[in-house]
């Protein structure tokens, strides 16, 4: 659901949720605790479930792509040791690269 699209409310609703200091799981009991911090009826607890999940989904694929990042990082620095080391090997056999 774009943000656009969301009502006032929805996007009050969302804002708190993301503001309620509840840490965010897939129970029900975290739905419970989040409606309860944010003053959600029963009639928006499948908003606030989408939501919740919306953002466990979000954060997932962050720690995903911060691996990504850090295993290229890692990639490269091996590259470029690998690099220096056979330059130093090529000089002691009088090559240039």
């Known amino acids: 659901m774009a943000w656009n699209s969301l009502t006032d409310r929805q996007k009050s609703l969302d804002r708190a949720i993301e503001q309620c200091g509840v840490k965010l799981d897939n129970s029900d009991a975290c739905l419970r605790r989040v409606m309860s911090a944010i003053g959600a009826s029963v009639s928006e ?3 606030v479930k989408q939501r919740i999940e919306l953002r466990l989904r979000t954060a997932a694929l962050l720690d995903k792509t911060d ?3 850090s295993n290229t990082e890692q990639m ?3 590259f470029e040791k690998d690099d220096e ?3 130093k090997r090529a000089k002691k ?3 240039n690269l």
């Open 76 to 78: 490269l620095d091996r």
């Open 85 to 87: 080391e056979w330059r």
């Open 45 to 47: 607890a499948a908003f």
């Open 93 to 95: 056999l009088g090559i």
């Open 67 to 69: 691996a990504f990042i």
